[in-house]
């Protein structure tokens, strides 16, 4: 017992610095290191746009696959601050890129509501990625960095003159760490369109230089024309997607759903853009409310109905996209696949249980 008491000493406690913690267990931060963590690293860029769209400054953003199965991803937003930290005397881009838990989303004077809340996600990418340049456009320069393997191996440069603002972020996942490095046109194009669906009037396109493939997206509609998309191959039950929509302490919900002849039902649930497939208390309170509002108004005016219809019932052949934006979202692990926030699940259960019960008295076929 004591001999192996001595061979447990402190010398055998490891210390992971910066970004080799990420290198070392790459699955706790992009969920796998397979395809779904490959494509996450493409997401986690966008979501940095994304949030510069939520904030007012961004309504185009561009990715594109390169041949070497490298990806850019540019924005027109406000650029990544290339001024020095304050105290970690280095361009604010450069603790962006190689420090955990670092970023502009812990401050809600920068981003009143941001799916990159964790500071992770672009220094994550740099820290998987076998290289990766960012080119930044702003106070009428274009400034430059490269890193390897999440290191940074130029210093960050002026490299020209330009009158737009925006960022440009360029990375070649590691092959080291990833099982395969080739992207999919098509899950890719998915993932997008349920941004520009979830934020009406942001046009996203998808360049695919190796097969020369390209995709637009670009929805005035919003989240009535996800529900319209998903359900395009099923007969609708009413001609148009039901909207719902609610405010309150800094919370926002949309709601649209829509019923059809199929069997199925889908419900897409997001909160700041995060597709949360887990769900969460968003969802939760959509599905209690649901099934509640219809029941009322089943017992109301049809009392002849001997038997109240069940919460799978009403959801059979239902299209639905919740989507939530608010502050400060609680999900459960890096790669946000579940809601915690307790407060949301009341908002959703009062808009479905006020708006729904209205449109059902209003469209009573």
Not at 15 to 43: F, I, W
Not at 204 to 232: C, H, P, Q, W
Not at 284 to 300: D, E, H, P, S
Not at 333 to 347: D, F, I
Request: a negative charge; glycine letters at 8%; aromatic letters at 8%.
């Amino acid at each position: 017992m004591d001999n192996r008491q001595n061979d447990y000493l402190a010398d055998k406690i490891k210390v992971l610095e910066g970004l080799e913690a990420v290198r070392k267990r790459p699955a706790m931060y992009v969920g796998s290191t397979g395809p779904d963590g490959l494509h996450h690293l493409v997401y986690e860029v966008v979501d940095n746009s994304v949030d510069e769209a939520m904030a007012g400054f961004c309504d185009s953003i561009q990715v594109v696959v390169h041949t070497d199965n490298s990806v850019s991803v540019t924005d027109n937003g406000r650029g990544i601050p290339v001024d020095e930290h304050a105290t970690e005397k280095v361009p604010a881009v450069q603790v962006v890129m190689t420090k955990l838990h670092a970023g502009g989303k812990f401050d809600d004077k920068a981003y009143k509501v941001a799916g990159g809340l964790h500071g992770v996600g672009v220094s994550v990418v740099n820290a998987l990625s076998a290289w990766l340049e960012v080119e930044i456009s702003r106070d009428g320069r274009v400034w430059s960095q490269r890193y390897v393997r999440g290191k940074p191996v130029s210093l960050l440069a002026p490299v020209g003159k330009t009158k737009k603002t925006g960022t440009k972020v360029t990375f070649l996942a590691d092959s080291e760490i990833f099982e395969a490095t080739e992207y999919s046109f098509e899950v890719l194009a998915n993932r997008l369109r349920e941004l520009s669906f979830l934020n009406r009037g942001l046009e996203i396109t998808l360049n695919d230089e190796r097969a020369e493939k390209e995709a637009r997206f670009f929805y005035k509609g919003g989240i009535s024309e996800f529900v319209e998309y998903m359900s395009r191959k099923s007969a609708p039950l009413h001609p148009k997607p039901v909207y719902l929509s609610g405010e309150k302490d800094m919370v926002q919900l949309e709601i649209a759903l829509r019923w059809t002849d199929s069997y199925n039902e889908r419900i897409f649930s997001f909160a700041n853009n995060i597709n949360t497939r887990e769900g969460g208390t968003h969802l939760t309170g959509f599905k209690a409310a649901l099934t509640r509002t219809i029941n009322n108004y089943v017992a109301q005016n049809m009392p002849k109905l001997k038997f109240l219809p069940s919460g799978d019932d009403v959801r059979e052949g239902l299209a639905a996209v919740i989507s939530v934006r608010l502050p400060q979202p609680q999900f459960e692990g890096q790669t946000k696949m579940k809601l915690g926030n307790s407060e949301v699940k009341g908002l959703v259960e009062q808009v479905v249980n006020d708006q729904l019960a209205i449109y059902l008295e209003e469209h009573p076929p």
